[in-house]
C-alpha cells in the first residue's frame, strides 16, 4: 500500500515538472485578484499628430471601458461579462473603429467583425460582416451560448441576431462624417468610385471637417479586451470595423479563433490588433499561448517573441493584449503607438497612447 502511494506520488510529481504550467492553470475559487487588460487600436499615433483635445477624448474613452470591466469583476463578476461590458462601450465611442465608429468599406457600408471566447470551457463565438447588430461583441457571445455553431456571418449573422432578441438597428446608426470622410480620400487615392452616402444619413458639410489625427491612427483599428475574474477564469473579446475602403467582404483576425482572438485557462487570454492578415497567417494569439502553455515562457516574453520577432519578421504590423490566469499582464506593440489600459484588483489603472508611454 505504501509502496503504491509512493509511485503515485512520484508518477504526479514528474507529470507537473513535465509541464510546469498544470498547478497553476487549474484555477482555485475565490483566491484569485481579478485583472483586465484592453486596447483601443494601434497605428500611426504621435503626440505631434494629435490634439490635446483628441488625446483626452481616447484616454476618457479607455478608461470608461477599462473601469466598467473593473466594476463588473469588483463585484464577483465572471471574465466573459467584464469582457462584454467593456466592449459594447467602446462599440457605442465613435473614436474607436468598433460599432458606432467602425471604418466604411469601399461599398459605403459599415461590415463588422467580433470574436469572444471563454477560458474555462474554451468555448468560442464569432460573427463578420454584421451591419444591423448594435452590438457585435453580444452577437458574437450569443453564437458561443445560445448557438451549435462559432462563426456566423453576414445577413445570417443578423438574422441569428434578430432571433435572440438582440438591438438592432438601422445602418446609418453607424454612420459618422469622419469615417465617411476618410473613406472618401481613400477611394480618391485608389482611383475607384465613391458610392452613394447611407440612406438616412445626414447631408454632407459644407466643407471637410478638421481631423484631429493623423489618418493612419487606426490603421489598425480595432477594440478588444481581456479579463481574469476572482475564480480564476480568463476571457479574451475583439471587435472592430475592419479597414477603410475594404472590398469584396474582406474579413481579418479579428473574429478568427486562434489569431486575433484566444482564451483558454490553461495557458492564456490573447486580443491583437494589427495587419489581419499577417496575425492570420501567424495564428498569433494561439501562437502566444502555446509559447506560455508548452515552453513555459513569461507572457510577456511569449508576447515580444510573435510581436517584435515574428510579426516583424513577415512585415506585419501591429500589437496585442495578454493576461494568463496565474495574473501575469502584458501588451507589445510594434506601431508608434496604441490605445491601452491595465488594472490589477487593488492597484492603480494604467493608460497609455503612445510608444514612449509604460
Not at 502511494?5 to 507529470?15: D, E, M
Not at 453580444?138 to 453576414?154: D, Q, T
Not at 492570420?280 to 513555459?296: D, F, H, S, W
Not at 515580444?304 to 493576461?323: P, R, T, W, Y
Request: charged share 20%; hydrophobic share 40%.
Amino acid at each position: 500500500m505504501i509502496r503504491s502511494v509512493a509511485k503515485l506520488l512520484f508518477c504526479c510529481s514528474a507529470l507537473m515538472i513535465s509541464n510546469p504550467n498544470m498547478a497553476s492553470a487549474q484555477p482555485t475559487p475565490g483566491q484569485h485578484k481579478w485583472a483586465v487588460v484592453l486596447h483601443g487600436g494601434a497605428g500611426v499615433i504621435e503626440r505631434k499628430s494629435m490634439s490635446p483635445e483628441a488625446e483626452a477624448g481616447y484616454r476618457a474613452g479607455i478608461t470608461e471601458a477599462l473601469n466598467a470591466a473593473a466594476a463588473v469583476l469588483d463585484k464577483g463578476g465572471s471574465s466573459l461579462d467584464a469582457v462584454e461590458s467593456a466592449i459594447k462601450l467602446l462599440e457605442d465611442n465613435p473614436l474607436f473603429n468598433a460599432g458606432r465608429g467602425a471604418v466604411f468599406a469601399a461599398d459605403g457600408t459599415n461590415q463588422l467583425d467580433a470574436a469572444i471566447m471563454d477560458g474555462k470551457t474554451m468555448q468560442a463565438g464569432a460573427v463578420a460582416d454584421v451591419q444591423r447588430t448594435r452590438h457585435p461583441i453580444s452577437l458574437a457571445r450569443a453564437v458561443m451560448e445560445h448557438s451549435p455553431h462559432v462563426m456566423l456571418v453576414g445577413a445570417g449573422a443578423d438574422a441569428f441576431a434578430a432571433s435572440v432578441h438582440l438591438e438592432q438597428v438601422p445602418p446609418r446608426f453607424f454612420f459618422t462624417e469622419r469615417r465617411w470622410q476618410q473613406l472618401e480620400e481613400e477611394l480618391k487615392k485608389q482611383g475607384l468610385p465613391i458610392p452613394a452616402r447611407p440612406e438616412g444619413a445626414p447631408p454632407p458639410p459644407g466643407k471637410p471637417i478638421a481631423f484631429f489625427e493623423s489618418p493612419d491612427t487606426h490603421k489598425y483599428g480595432t477594440v478588444g479586451v481581456v479579463a481574469l475574474d476572482r475564480n480564476g477564469n480568463i476571457a479574451a473579446g475583439t471587435s472592430t470595423g475592419g479597414i477603410t475602403a475594404k472590398r469584396w467582404n474582406r474579413v481579418g483576425d479579428s473574429p478568427i479563433i486562434g489569431a486575433g482572438t484566444y482564451a483558454s485557462n490553461q495557458s492564456c487570454a490573447v486580443s491583437g490588433t494589427g495587419v489581419g492578415e499577417y496575425f492570420i497567417r501567424l495564428t498569433v494569439a494561439r501562437t502566444i499561448c502555446a509559447l506560455v502553455q508548452y515552453k513555459g515562457m513569461p507572457l510577456q516574453a511569449a508576447v515580444d517573441e510573435v510581436v517584435q520577432k515574428q510579426l516583424v519578421a513577415l512585415h506585419g504590423d501591429g500589437g496585442v493584449i495578454a493576461l494568463t490566469p496565474d495574473g501575469q499582464l502584458a501588451w507589445s506593440f510594434n506601431t508608434s503607438g496604441m490605445f491601452r489600459a491595465k488594472l490589477t484588483e487593488g492597484g492603480t489603472p494604467q493608460v497609455g497612447i503612445y510608444h514612449d508611454e509604460p
